[in-house]
């Protein structure tokens, strides 16, 4: 448990600094004369780089057993990259920063996720991940705050935020040195690693599938907040939702999580996809600033129910030696499905409008709880809670 303390505050410190300056993106590249269909490329490159990335970290800390390094490497390298946005003045400085911070992410992201795993136990898995999803969240709308405080409180310029925000992510970074490398677990000694994934549970690939399908409904956040600017969201306000949003999570991301061991993960996991393509309809729908508010509380609800979920579903069907390599595929997955859904977004919106692209993917999103539905409820031999 000592390590998995220590990695919820990493993540905590880290997506503290990481939503000083989030939330602010999409309103400087639109400033600065950049399109929704240029956004959605960034976002949409910047997270595929990552996703292959998380799969070869993912399968390296499984090989090596030394998650610790690979997790400073990364979370070291998304430090340094901050570097680049302080001086950013286009949309290209900001996209070599989005880059470099994915980059980071993708490095650390596999290995976070077998430690928070070892860490936690077999029977804890949903737990484990609320735990990590709740400090994460719980930085990411302190961090919010922090720069709504200092941009319309404060006075400063987000130069000013881009640079305060080196200060959480370096302290994050320091704690990882405190954590251990578990000892005594068997190392993989398959030869083959194409063998491996043709020898996983049969379940397990077609749930990755309709998790790829539903992740292209699930483009960037980015949009989002450029739709709560289209209806005529200042940018202040604009701030104060992704606060109302990341609180939302972070309650409710441990009671979820714990709740997903005790009586299954298929009823959250199909709730929360419903939940999201009806969230994504209303945004579509909404010409009036007043119900933006719920739909952001409720999108946090959707990230609640679903992130920690996915996660533990995954750890269940994972064999021990392999955790590291099957968590980084799922992270794989869901990151190169980010591109075409950040850049059809784009598209969509470019040229048929912004409520089109969010009927799009609203719709996208009810498909897949339809199929995650039946792949969740067919029988299996595992023990997991499943059902």
């Known amino acids: 448990m000592r390590n998995l303390k220590i990695v919820a505050m990493v993540s905590f410190f880290t997506d503290l600094g990481t939503y000083m300056v989030y939330p602010l993106v999409p309103l400087f590249l639109v400033s600065v004369g950049t399109t929704p269909l240029i956004i959605g490329v960034i976002e949409g490159v910047a997270e595929s780089i990552t996703s292959i990335l998380k799969f070869v970290t993912g399968y390296f800390s499984d090989r090596m057993k030394n998650r610790k390094r690979l997790a400073i490497y990364g979370y070291g390298f998304s430090a340094v990259g901050r570097l680049l946005l302080i001086f950013s003045q286009s949309w290209v400085g900001v996209s070599l920063w989005r880059i470099a911070d994915r980059v980071g992410k993708g490095i650390r992201t596999a290995p976070r996720d077998a430690l928070i795993i070892e860490a936690g136990g077999k029977e804890n898995h949903g737990r ?3 735990i990590q999803q709740t400090m994460d969240m719980l930085g990411s709308a302190i961090g919010v705050a922090v720069a709504f405080g200092l941009i319309f409180i404060g006075g400063k310029q987000y130069s000013t935020v881009f640079l305060y925000s080196i200060i959480p992510v370096l302290i994050g970074f320091l704690l990882l040195f405190f954590i251990k490398d578990p000892k005594g677990i068997t190392l993989s000694h398959t030869k083959s690693f194409r063998l ?49 949003y990341h609180l939302s999570t972070s309650i409710l991301s441990y009671p979820i999580g714990f709740l997903s061991d005790k009586i299954g993960r298929k ?48 750890a269940d069907c994972a064999p021990s030696h392999l955790k590291g390599t099957l968590m980084g595929l799922y992270a794989m997955i869901t990151g190169i499905g980010l591109l075409p859904a950040s850049v059809l977004t784009g598209f969509i919106w470019d040229h048929f409008g912004a409520a089109s692209s969010f009927y799009f993917n609203g719709a996208l999103a009810l498909v897949s709880a339809g199929f995650i539905y039946l792949v969740l409820s067919r029988k299996t031999e595992r023990t997991a809670p499943v059902n």
Request: hydrophobic share 55%; glycine share 8%; net charge positive.
């Open 196 to 244: 491996n994934l043709r020898g996983l549970d049969k379940q397990l690939k077609q749930l990755l599938l309709v998790i790829l399908l539903f992740t292209i409904a699930n483009s960037s956040n980015q949009f989002l907040i450029l739709r709560a600017s289209d209806i005529g969201i200042t940018t202040d306000k604009i701030l104060l939702l992704y606060l109302v």
């Open 267 to 314: 009823n959250l996991l199909v709730g929360g996809y419903i939940l999201y393509g009806f969230i994504y309809l209303a945004f579509a729908m909404i010409h009036s600033a007043r119900w933006i508010w719920l739909l952001f509380a409720l999108y946090g609800i959707y990230t609640g129910m679903t992130k920690g979920v996915e996660k533990a579903l995954v």
């Open 128 to 130: 484990s991940f609320g």
